[in-house]
Structures are given as C-alpha cells and as structure tokens.
C-alpha cells in the first residue's frame, strides 16, 4: 500500500518544511498563532485528503506532479526568503 506513495517522498518532506516556513512567517508578521495553527491543521487535512485521493486517481502522472510540486515549493520558498531579507 505504501509503495504507491514512494514517489512522492521529496515532496511530502519539502511540503512540511515549507508549511513550517510559512507558517513561521505568520507568526513574524504578527498573526495569532491560535488562528495560525487551526488553519495550518485544516490546510494540512485538506491536503492529506486530496493527496490521498489524488495518487489513486494519478498515479500515471507522477513525475509531472512531482514537478509541479517542487517548483511550487520553491517558488513559495523564495517568495518567504526574499519578503523576510526586505524585512516586509
């Protein structure tokens, strides 16, 4: 059952990295954390479910997913990076 997820490793590991980026840029910028946390848990569920009925229904995409999801988080990533060097 696992083996189906395998290919979406490196995203699973840089998607959580990047929550946690972004969730720590809220948490700079002065949102409440209570706020924050609730909807970083209902992001996380949201996704867990799509991702899971994703994968059943995709799984013949997986390198275009996969693709798409790093440059995502990349994007993302950099866009959090350059906002807290401005100091914004």
């Known amino acids: ?4 997820y395998l ?3 490196g995203l699973i590991v840089f998607g959580n990295i990047e929550n946690l980026v972004l969730s720590s840029q809220g948490v ?5 954390p209570l706020k924050l946390g609730i909807a970083s848990f209902i992001c996380v569920a949201l996704w867990l479910l ?3 009925l994703g994968t059943q ?3 013949d995409y997986v390198d ?3 693709f798409i999801g790093g440059l995502a988080i990349f994007i993302l990533g950099a866009q959090a990076m350059i906002t ?3 100091g914004e």
């Open 64 to 66: 275009f997913i996969d």
């Open 28 to 32: 700079v910028a002065g949102v409440n």
């Open 7 to 9: 290919p979406f490793v």
């Open 1 to 4: 059952m696992l083996e189906q």
């Open 57 to 59: 229904l995709l799984i």
């Open 50 to 52: 799509i991702g899971t």
């Open 84 to 86: 807290s060097i401005r």
